[in-house]
């Protein structure tokens, strides 16, 4: 047991600690430089929306009033059977620029962006999503990117408006600790994936998503890096989002761990010698898949310790758990808040990642849930958009 406990509680360390560390230490010895220059190339603009009435019309404003040739940028909507307004609030576009309107069958996410891909004509695909406002330089950063041959997908940054309380802050946190290991991944070769609400890659590289590919922004530039092309992410290309509670995180976490199964499926060679990141790969993603697991082993072997370290152990985890449980409780004014709120935060994402086993059982499209946001910042009203962030 003691073995058990030593491993797990070493495999997490190495997780959450240990592979940070040397990230840092890789970055520093091997960082390859991304060579970007001033680039005109025609752009496709790829934006699928679902029923999204409430967040087009900002959201094509903010397209529009990219810094980026007009004549080079053809926009495509598709409409994946949106049963409310949103087609109606395209075509009040119409005249406006290059932005054409797609309606499909309900079909999904990854139908849609096939039939995208059918008829683009640009050299380079801007992936998009609708709720998220785009910074007006944030297009013609990407692009920049592929004056460098090595590049083949560049992806942006997302920046999260500040929430309103400790709960959407927490979340918050995760997130800028996950952008910052993809900027050092993407300084020593290639990010495993994109930001799915800001990506741009090469016409040529893109290829035909699977049916229910729940995360596109890994499957299609992983086709690129196979090919022998960077992934980057470029911070100066930003899209500003706003924060997401809990429960929604939970749900959009469980989507795309599952995705990570399922895209190990789409791309076995990620784990063999072939993924020249496959060492990055497995403490990046597949490792998070694992902690849980890990933990378990821990509460498990605690049990099996010679005393006092059973003791101290197993209330070591009483006390973390207990104060993630004890987090809604707690009121936002109290200093125990800034220690409840992250520690419920890490045992939401750890139950999403057991849940996205679920990928083994129920079809892809099952766990495509809507992700609700919080559109109030801190003082409670509305941001006006990306100054807000």
């Known amino acids: 047991m003691t073995s058990l406990f030593?491993?797990?509680?070493?495999?997490?360390?190495?997780?959450?600690?240990?592979?940070?560390?040397?990230?840092?230490?890789v970055a520093r010895l091997r960082a390859r430089p991304v060579h970007k220059a001033s680039w005109r190339a025609a752009v496709t603009v790829i934006l699928p929306v679902y029923n999204g009435e409430r967040w087009i019309a900002a959201k094509l404003e903010s397209i529009l009033a990219l810094r980026y040739p007009a004549d080079?940028?053809?926009?495509?909507?598709?409409?994946?059977?949106?049963?409310?307004?949103?087609?109606?609030?395209?075509?009040?576009?119409?005249?406006?620029?290059?932005?054409?309107?797609?309606?499909?069958?309900?079909?999904?996410?990854?139908?849609?962006?096939?039939?995208?891909?059918?008829?683009?004509?640009?050299?380079?695909?801007?992936?998009t999503d609708v709720r998220q406002q785009l910074d007006p330089e944030s297009l013609a950063h990407l692009v920049a990117c592929f004056a460098d041959p090595?590049?083949?997908?560049?992806?942006?940054?997302?920046?999260?408006?500040?929430?309103?309380?400790?709960?959407?802050?927490?979340?918050?946190?995760?997130?800028?600790y996950e952008k910052w290991i993809r900027k050092q991944?993407?300084?020593?070769?290639?990010?495993?994936?994109?930001?799915?609400?800001?990506?741009?890659?090469?016409?040529?590289l893109?290829?035909?998503?699977?049916?229910?590919?729940?995360?596109?922004?890994m499957f299609l530039p992983l086709g690129a890096f196979f090919r022998g092309y960077r992934v980057i992410l470029d911070d100066a290309a930003l899209a500003y989002d706003y924060?997401?509670?809990l429960a929604s995180e939970f749900r959009r976490k469980v989507r795309t761990l599952a995705g990570v199964y399922q895209v190990v499926g789409f791309y076995p060679a990620l784990l063999g010698p072939g993924n020249r990141m496959c060492i990055h790969f497995f403490s990046h993603k597949l490792a998070r898949l694992a902690m849980p697991w890990a933990l378990i082993g821990v509460a498990a072997a605690s049990c099996g310790?010679?005393?006092?370290?059973?003791?101290?152990?197993?209330?070591?985890?009483?006390?973390?758990?207990?104060?993630?449980?004890?987090?809604?409780?707690?009121?936002?004014w109290l200093p125990l808040k800034r220690l409840s709120s992250p520690a419920r935060t890490f045992?939401?994402?750890?139950?999403?990642?057991?849940?996205?086993?679920?990928?083994?059982?129920?079809?892809?499209?099952?766990?495509?849930?809507?992700?609700?946001v919080s559109t109030g910042t801190a003082s409670g009203a509305p941001p006006a958009g990306p100054a807000a962030a």
Not at 150 to 176: C, F, M, N, P, T
Not at 206 to 217: I, M, R, V, Y
Not at 352 to 364: G, K, Q
């Open 6 to 25: 030593l491993l797990s509680v070493a495999f997490c360390g190495y997780t959450l600690f240990g592979y940070p560390l040397l990230l840092v230490i």
């Open 347 to 372: 045992t939401v994402l750890m139950a999403a990642s057991l849940c996205a086993l679920a990928i083994l059982f129920v079809p892809a499209q099952v766990l495509w849930k809507e992700t609700r």
């Open 185 to 204: 991944l993407s300084r020593i070769d290639s990010v495993p994936g994109a930001t799915g609400c800001i990506y741009a890659m090469r016409r040529e």
């Open 72 to 127: 080079l940028m053809e926009i495509l909507v598709l409409s994946d059977g949106s049963t409310d307004g949103t087609a109606d609030v395209v075509r009040g576009f119409a005249g406006r620029g290059n932005v054409r309107l797609i309606e499909l069958p309900r079909g999904g996410k990854a139908a849609a962006l096939n039939a995208a891909l059918a008829i683009a004509t640009g050299e380079i695909l801007f992936f």
């Open 150 to 176: 090595s590049v083949g997908a560049a992806s942006g940054e997302l920046v999260i408006r500040k929430g309103a309380g400790a709960e959407e802050a927490s979340v918050g946190l995760y997130w800028k």
């Open 243 to 245: 924060p997401t509670a």
């Open 206 to 217: 893109a290829s035909t998503l699977p049916p229910g590919t729940l995360n596109d922004d």
């Open 305 to 332: 310790l010679p005393a006092p370290w059973n003791f101290w152990a197993i209330g070591a985890q009483v006390c973390g758990y207990g104060l993630a449980l004890a987090d809604p409780l707690i009121p936002a």
